[in-house]
T-cell receptor, first 115, second 108 residues
């Protein structure tokens, strides 16, 4: 088990372009989470999936953001028409959910810079 | 509003104990308290978690106040590798609520 993998590690894009990030969770984990982290701040919740169902979305997830988890395995997070304010670290985590006592395993993140 | 509040930064001498405090006055009865730490350009890494009782593992100890409105992460002997941002987190079951974290500096 290689943990949670995120690709790419870094992405520089021009304002207005679309970007897509991928997350491969730990294979037996049924939950997958996306968080966003700006410089000097703690991670903020964006959305989570249980298997292939997207169960909750934060108000931070504007219409330009969409996440999918087809077949309950890997997940993608797409940002359309990127803005400079989207520059952040995007973190993916997974867990085997059986209650609030379960911890998450985080990936190393994708750092997005919008120029 | 953040559900947890922590000091922005703390310093410790190497090989001395470190006590990292956290306030979570709005915690509900079913919320778990988790602690993670994060190195630059890395994702957060699990340290310890608990519900009501104090917890010990090979990395640290977690002391939870009787009213559960605060907790303290204890590193028994700080090493240079413990320098990181430490996050106190409330886990509601569906998501982690992070605060702004405490940046720990370990002085050789």
């Amino acid at each position: 088990d290689t943990g949670v993998s995120q690709d790419p590690r870094h992405k520089i894009t021009k304002r207005g372009q679309n970007v897509t990030f991928r997350c491969d969770p730990i294979s037996e984990h049924n939950r997958l989470y996306w968080y966003r982290q700006t410089l000097g701040q703690g991670p903020e919740f964006l959305t989570y999936f249980q298997n292939e169902a997207q169960l909750e979305k934060s108000r931070l997830l504007s219409d330009r953001f969409s996440a999918e988890r087809p077949k309950g395995s890997f997940s993608t997070l797409e940002i359309q028409r990127t803005e400079q304010g989207d520059s952040a670290m995007y973190l993916c985590a997974s867990s085997l959910y059986s209650g609030a006592g379960n911890g998450y395993t985080f990936g190393s993140g994708t750092r997005l810079t919008v120029v | 509003d953040a559900k947890t509040t922590q000091p922005n930064s703390m310093e410790s001498n190497e090989e001395e104990p470190v006590h990292l405090p956290c306030n979570h006055s709005t915690i509900s009865g079913t919320d778990y308290i988790h602690w993670y730490r994060q190195l630059p350009s890395q994702g957060p890494e699990y340290v310890i978690h608990g519900l009501t009782s104090n917890v010990n593992n090979r990395m640290a100890s977690l002391a939870i106040a009787e009213d559960r409105k605060s907790s303290t992460l204890i590193l028994h002997r700080a090493t240079l590798r413990d320098a990181a941002v430490y996050y106190c987190i409330l886990n509601t079951g569906n998501q982690f609520y992070f605060g702004t974290g405490t940046s720990l500096t370990v002085i050789p």
